[in-house]
């Protein structure tokens, strides 16, 4: 198993295509083939399943591309150290739930950081690929939260991928809306107060349920919905629809002003935000500034 099959490999999982990483990495799609078949040879497993849209890991292949991605990560500081004489470039990745302070402490990292040459990547996608991004080894750890809905499930999963939950703080759930919403003057409301305007939410894909959900509360039933995948268009439809997102009330002032305020809501429910790790994993330095920023955040 060679440094250059496991590149061809980590190209692959990455594209979801054969051919288009045999384009990305200027070789023929028959010889990509081959050194793929090569590796799955070797290590007695298949790494990948054809699909409709391409190809995809098989759950033995996930978990060798972690590795895989350990091997080259560490191969490239090595190159770039002693054979091309740069300073170390670092890399470091977060796969988050949709969290405004995320995104934030991941500025102060950027910003203590201070080297010239890094690969800093902020993921912010749906709760389920935040596990499977850490499992993988892609993300050097992943933001998300558990609450009495879906803790069990989620802390299943964990343990099936050998993964640990660290709190950070706790949170009680909040209301996000416009400062010009119907409820923008209310000290706290409760879920009945919400029915007659829309409920915003994160997609969450084929894991579409309150297990994975973003929001708490998310099995209530609620007569208008929107659901999207990105972050900036729910602050838009909540200023220009009136709509509501339920989360931890934590959302610095800067990123949108004044216009997006949160508002208590009288629920019994708590939020337990913290990040997952695998096992045989400790924080890096970089992992341990971010955890820090984050901690900041504690209300």
Known sequence: MTLQQLRYMIAVAERGSITEASKE????QPSLSGAIKEVEKESGITIFSRCRAGVALTKEGMELLGYARQVVQQMELLESKYVNREPAKQRFCVSTQHFTFTANAFVELVERFGQERYEFILNETQTHQIVEDVRN???????????????????????????NFYELFTARPHIFISKEHPLAECA?????????????????????????????????????????????????????LGGYTISSGIFPKYLQGDSIISVPLKEDEVMHIGYILNKDKELSELGEIYVEALKQYRK
């Open 25 to 28: 990495l200027y070789i023929s």
């Open 188 to 240: 706290s409301v409760q879920l009945d107060d919400l029915k007659p305007y829309p409920r915003l939410s994160f997609v969450q894909g084929t894991y579409e349920s309150s297990n994975f959900s973003e929001e708490l509360f998310s099995n209530e039933p609620a007569e208008r919905s929107i659901k999207v995948s990105d972050r900036a268009a729910i602050v838009n439809l909540m200023i220009g």
């Open 137 to 163: 080894r892609f993300s050097d750890l992943g933001i998300l939260y558990l609450c009495n809905s879906n803790e069990n499930v989620l802390r299943k999963l964990f343990d099936e991928y050998n993964l």
